[in-house]
């Protein structure tokens, strides 16, 4: 069986043209348009990685539900991967890591997301 990805994301072309990159590798592709619809098909769905955007109804709503994701013992065990624009979008001079207390995610990739980039973050972090 396919291995499910869930991407949130509130821009309609970044979810179709990565849907579409993935779906041709033979992934299953849930999508959801904001943090509270990604986190209630997290639960759902048990998918075996997130995609996950920071800006979405606010600035640090992908931090959020990242925490949520982490602190929820239902769904604390789906890797995810933040994809974010937040630094060129505020003009931030430092990216961001992942980190086990404030931000856990097992990557951050910028936007504009890079294909390859993507792809291997997704072979290195889906959950088997």
Do not use: S
Not at 40 to 69: R, S, W, Y
């Amino acid at each position: 069986m396919a291995e499910k990805i869930l991407i949130v994301d509130d821009d309609a072309d970044f979810r179709e043209a990565i849907t579409t990159l993935l779906e041709a590798k033979g992934y299953k592709i849930i999508v959801a348009e904001n943090g509270q619809e990604g986190y209630q098909k997290a639960h759902a769905e048990n998918p075996n990685l997130m995609l996950l955007d920071v800006m979405m109804t606010n600035k640090t709503e992908g931090f959020d539900v990242a925490k949520k994701i982490a602190q929820d013992p239902a769904t604390k065990n789906i890797p995810v991967i933040m994809t974010t624009g937040i630094r060129k979008d505020m003009n931030l001079p430092f990216g961001f890591e992942p980190n086990e207390q404030w931000l856990p995610v097992r990557a951050v990739i910028e936007k504009p997301v890079k294909p390859d980039v993507l792809l291997a973050e997704v072979e290195k972090n889906i959950r088997k």
